[in-house]
């Protein structure tokens, strides 16, 4: 019992020595429970709709205020042309557009079907479904509001007077492994770098050798780029193997150009490198920097890029706290090169984003380093 009561006590003291590990094993649960109830979502509304309204009659008015008064669609783009149709869709502005056709209040006046065409995003396929079921429920109350009037001193005798003609881009037979494995560049490419970068440096402070770095001449930037490099040979490596099993095994249709994938990809591996870099300079043990890198690095692209779930299904607060993770703006990238064949004239956002991001946390690394070396 006093050896039992011995062992209690020095492994108490060492969780408390590590205050990482105690406030993962507290807070991680806490954690867990607030980012899975909050981001998780798979209900979808404030769906961003643009409309060209190419009849601009009382009708076509009617059926737009219908789908904005569903509670589902907010219009945000009254288009002018189809040019723009594309220019909405290409740019993610807007996940539908509903296209209504020059004669659509005549050839309701004359008793006759008409047809209105939906455009949508199928980049989520899931997504992609539910908004067409969505807007197919409006269009069929509307024509059920329109069998009730009394047009042109007649009853509308038509079952179905307005038609939709739904159309999806970018995928559509609506595959979830289309968007699916793109999606997943972004999360391993977060989950194994980060580990093993950090890892490597963990296991110099446990043996002791860190010290001789120390106390070296190196220059704290040259030490961690001497890091960086050899990792990110090898996640990029990883990220050249993923991207010829996603299009050869799964037959994931790609659009764009590779190389601005590969050159982007390049960008996205500095920075993972980077993060586990920087886990490493503020744990001790690599149970610590295993668990730590989870929690800020694998959790994360998992929740909070878009992978799995919407990021415009979560709510507004969490919206913003997405942009906190790289892995979403290379989500982003990665399904608009892979689905759409944007260029960087769409991207460049995403792209300079990242550019920063990865910029900053090299630079709060290397400063963290010399603060040691000092």
Do not use: H
């Not at 002018?80 to 594309?86: L, N, R």
């Not at 038509?158 to 970018?170: A, C, G, I």
């Not at 402070?205 to 890091?227: D, N």
């Amino acid at each position: 019992m006093k050896i039992l009561l011995a062992l209690i006590k020095k492994e108490t003291k060492e969780i408390i020595r590590d205050p990482v590990t105690l406030g993962t094993a507290v807070f991680l649960p806490l954690v867990l429970l607030f980012l899975f109830g909050y981001a998780i979502s798979l209900d979808i509304d404030e769906i961003q709709m643009a409309v060209y309204d190419q009849d601009k009659s009382q009708d076509s008015t009617g059926l737009i205020d219908a789908f904005t008064k569903s509670g589902y669609f907010e219009l945000n783009y009254d288009l002018g042309s189809a040019e723009d149709a594309d220019r909405v869709l290409d740019r993610g502005q807007s996940t539908i557009v509903v296209v209504i056709p020059p004669d659509f209040s005549k050839q309701i006046l004359a008793g006759r079907k008409t047809n209105i065409q939906l455009l949508i995003d199928g980049t989520f396929s899931s997504k992609a479904l539910i908004i067409s079921n969505y807007a197919t429920a409006v269009v069929n109350e509307y024509s059920k509001q329109l069998m009730e009037l009394n047009l042109a001193g007649r009853e509308l005798v038509l079952d179905t007077p307005v038609k939709v003609v739904p159309r999806v881009w970018y995928n559509p037979p609506m595959s979830s492994v289309n968007y699916i494995v793109p999606g997943l560049f972004a999360v391993l490419l977060m989950a194994f770098p980060p580990i093993l970068t950090a890892l490597s440096i963990v296991r110099e402070k446990e043996r002791g050798t860190i010290e001789q770095i120390y106390v070296s001449p190196i220059r704290p930037f040259v030490f961690i780029l001497g890091k960086i490099i050899p990792y990110g040979a090898i996640a990029f490596g990883e990220m050249l193997l993923i991207l010829a099993t996603g299009t050869l095994w799964f037959g994931i249709p790609f659009e764009g150009s590779v190389f601005l994938l590969i050159a982007i990809s390049l960008i996205y591996v500095l920075c993972t490198v980077s993060i586990g870099l920087f886990v490493s300079t503020i744990t001790k043990t690599q149970l610590a920097a295993v668990l730590l890198s989870l929690i800020i690095a694998l959790m994360p692209s998992f929740l909070f890029s878009g992978f799995l779930f919407p990021i415009t299904s979560m709510p507004y607060m969490l919206q913003l706290y997405t942009y906190v993770f790289p892995a979403r703006y290379f989500n982003d990238i990665s399904r608009d090169i892979f689905l759409k064949g944007a260029g960087i004239e769409y991207l460049w956002s995403n792209i300079l984003l990242l550019i920063i991001y990865t910029i900053v946390l090299f630079y709060i690394t290397s400063l963290r380093f010399k603060k040691k070396i000092a």
